[in-house]
Protein backbone atom coordinates (compact mmCIF):
# COMPACT_ATOMS: atom_id res chain seq x y z
CA UNK A 1 0.00 0.00 0.00
CA UNK A 2 1.11 3.28 -1.04
CA UNK A 3 2.06 5.96 1.63
CA UNK A 4 -0.19 8.76 1.92
CA UNK A 5 0.76 11.89 1.55
CA UNK A 6 0.72 14.08 4.56
CA UNK A 7 0.03 18.07 4.04
CA UNK A 8 1.40 21.04 6.87
CA UNK A 9 -0.22 23.48 7.84
CA UNK A 10 1.36 26.70 9.28
CA UNK A 11 0.06 29.07 11.88
CA UNK A 12 -0.81 32.23 10.13
CA UNK A 13 -2.53 33.88 13.08
CA UNK A 14 -5.45 34.00 15.78
CA UNK A 15 -7.89 35.41 17.88
CA UNK A 16 -10.35 35.07 20.26
CA UNK A 17 -13.57 36.85 19.96
CA UNK A 18 -16.79 36.88 22.36
CA UNK A 19 -20.33 36.92 20.68
CA UNK A 20 -23.42 37.13 21.61
CA UNK A 21 -25.32 35.67 19.08
CA UNK A 22 -28.72 36.68 18.40
CA UNK A 23 -31.88 34.44 18.51
CA UNK A 24 -31.73 31.68 15.84
CA UNK A 25 -34.61 29.81 14.08
CA UNK A 26 -34.07 26.18 13.16
CA UNK A 27 -31.92 25.51 10.43
CA UNK A 28 -30.74 29.18 10.35
CA UNK A 29 -27.35 30.47 11.14
CA UNK A 30 -25.69 33.84 12.29
CA UNK A 31 -22.42 35.70 11.28
CA UNK A 32 -20.22 38.07 12.94
CA UNK A 33 -16.35 39.81 12.14
CA UNK A 34 -12.96 39.34 13.44
CA UNK A 35 -9.92 40.44 12.33
CA UNK A 36 -6.68 38.31 12.13
CA UNK A 37 -4.29 39.86 10.86
CA UNK A 38 -1.99 38.24 7.39
CA UNK A 39 -5.29 36.42 7.07
CA UNK A 40 -5.91 35.71 3.22
CA UNK A 41 -8.96 34.55 1.16
CA UNK A 42 -8.26 30.88 0.38
CA UNK A 43 -6.57 30.17 3.74
CA UNK A 44 -8.67 27.26 6.55
CA UNK A 45 -10.08 28.64 9.32
CA UNK A 46 -11.01 26.55 12.41
CA UNK A 47 -13.31 27.83 15.04
CA UNK A 48 -13.67 26.50 18.76
CA UNK A 49 -15.66 27.37 21.52
CA UNK A 50 -14.21 27.17 24.87
CA UNK A 51 -16.87 26.23 26.61
CA UNK A 52 -20.06 23.79 25.52
CA UNK A 53 -22.96 25.00 23.12
CA UNK A 54 -26.29 23.25 22.47
CA UNK A 55 -27.34 23.32 18.87
CA UNK A 56 -25.20 25.66 17.15
CA UNK A 57 -22.11 24.77 14.95
CA UNK A 58 -19.58 27.51 14.48
CA UNK A 59 -17.41 27.86 11.60
CA UNK A 60 -14.92 30.79 9.85
CA UNK A 61 -14.02 31.37 6.92
CA UNK A 62 -11.69 34.32 5.30
CA UNK A 63 -13.81 36.60 3.68
CA UNK A 64 -11.09 39.81 2.63
CA UNK A 65 -7.75 40.23 3.82
CA UNK A 66 -7.12 40.14 7.59
CA UNK A 67 -11.29 39.13 8.08
CA UNK A 68 -12.41 36.59 9.24
CA UNK A 69 -16.34 35.98 9.20
CA UNK A 70 -17.59 33.42 12.12
CA UNK A 71 -20.78 31.84 11.57
CA UNK A 72 -22.89 30.36 13.89
CA UNK A 73 -25.41 27.68 12.36
CA UNK A 74 -28.14 26.29 14.81
CA UNK A 75 -28.33 22.26 13.92
CA UNK A 76 -31.74 21.94 15.90
CA UNK A 77 -35.30 21.39 15.13
CA UNK A 78 -36.33 24.71 16.84
CA UNK A 79 -34.74 28.05 17.79
CA UNK A 80 -31.73 28.77 20.02
CA UNK A 81 -30.66 31.71 21.97
CA UNK A 82 -27.12 31.20 22.60
CA UNK A 83 -25.68 32.77 25.46
CA UNK A 84 -22.27 34.61 25.12
CA UNK A 85 -19.60 32.62 24.01
CA UNK A 86 -16.21 33.02 23.85
CA UNK A 87 -14.13 31.52 20.32
CA UNK A 88 -10.97 30.81 19.57
CA UNK A 89 -10.35 31.58 15.63
CA UNK A 90 -7.04 30.05 14.14
CA UNK A 91 -5.67 30.78 10.97
CA UNK A 92 -3.59 28.29 8.89
CA UNK A 93 -2.38 28.03 5.69
CA UNK A 94 -0.67 25.22 4.07
Do not use: C, E
Not at 11 to 16: A, R
Not at 26 to 40: D, H, K, L, N
Not at 43 to 50: A, K, Q
Amino acid sequence: MPAKARRTFRTIGSTTLSWNQSSTSAGAGATTTTTVPGAQVGDSVLVTPFTHTTGIVYSGVVSANSIVTVRGQNVTAGAVDPALVSLAVLVLRP
